[in-house]
């Protein structure tokens, strides 16, 4: 059935409200259903990336959000699997190689704030990572200008099972999993200087991302029946020196 967004509106916190949004590639006619994992999104203004594993990042742009429409007598929704709402697929970006390991694997993504160059708009800075199960997969800052995706820093942390990252005031976060019965760790530091703290995060945690006026890192967690959206302190880890 594809991939969808969820988009919720905080503004009563005590009874947030949400719509599904799937995502669809156009067609002549219609509109297939974009199937890709997801295992990560970054949200810049207009602009929606998700990452799409082996497939590159796909793009889409949220005005382009189209309302299907209602029909019958109940007026159902006439979208696909009976979607109400539906956002169109913009462009897709290749992943780019590096010459020693191959293209990357965008298992996730993330914003990369502490990169941005406010005299180059036109360049999307993000950071993004490879899951394994091995502890061998990398890390890396790239830049999006235009069509073309360059690697700027490439890491491996030798982290296994990393599934999500973010970058903030020039630390690494990093998630990994540990199945759906231990809770998670979160990796903090940098590069090669990652300190561990143990299962202090739900079981099967996806991708990070900062909000930064909060002082908050927020993930969602992805097995069946143990599906959170969370946000812990990032005073709690932010320049910890030591394992907990």
């Known amino acids: 059935m594809g991939s969808r967004i969820s988009v919720v509106d905080l503004s009563d916190e ?3 409200r949400y ?3 799937l ?3 156009p067609r002549r006619g219609g509109y297939d259903p974009v199937v ?3 295992g990560g999104i970054v949200w810049t203004g207009d602009r929606l990336l998700v990452s799409a594993t082996l497939g590159g990042i796909r793009e889409f742009r949220l005005s382009d959000i189209t309302r299907a429409p209602s029909r019958g007598l109940l007026r159902r929704s006439a979208g696909p699997f009976g979607y109400r709402y539906l956002l169109p697929e913009f ?6 190689k590096d010459a020693h390991e191959g293209r990357m694997r965008y298992s996730f993504i993330a914003a990369d704030t502490t990169s941005r160059d406010p005299d180059d708009a036109d360049v999307l800075r993000i950071v993004a990572g490879e899951y394994a199960k091995h502890d061998r997969r990398r890390l890396a800052r790239l830049s999006l200008r235009g069509d073309t995706t360059t690697i700027d ?3 491996v942390p030798k982290i296994a099972e990393m599934q999500g990252v ?5 630390e690494w976060f990093v998630n990994a999993s540990r199945g759906d019965k231990l809770g998670a760790d979160l ?3 940098v590069p090669g200087a990652m300190v561990r703290h143990e299962g202090v995060l739900p079981p099967g945690p996806e991708d990070l991302a900062v909000w930064s006026e909060r002082g908050e890192l927020w993930s969602v967690t992805e097995f069946p029946g143990k599906r959170w959206v969370y946000a812990v302190d990032l005073s709690r880890f932010a320049g910890v020196t030591h394992g907990s």
């Open 14 to 16: 005590k009874r947030p």
């Open 19 to 21: 719509h599904h949004v």
């Open 23 to 25: 995502l669809v590639a």
């Open 36 to 38: 890709v994992h997801a």
């Open 91 to 96: 462009a897709s970006h290749r992943p780019p």
């Open 153 to 155: 820093e490439i890491h």
């Open 166 to 170: 973010a970058v903030h005031d020039g």
């Open 187 to 189: 990796w903090v530091g």
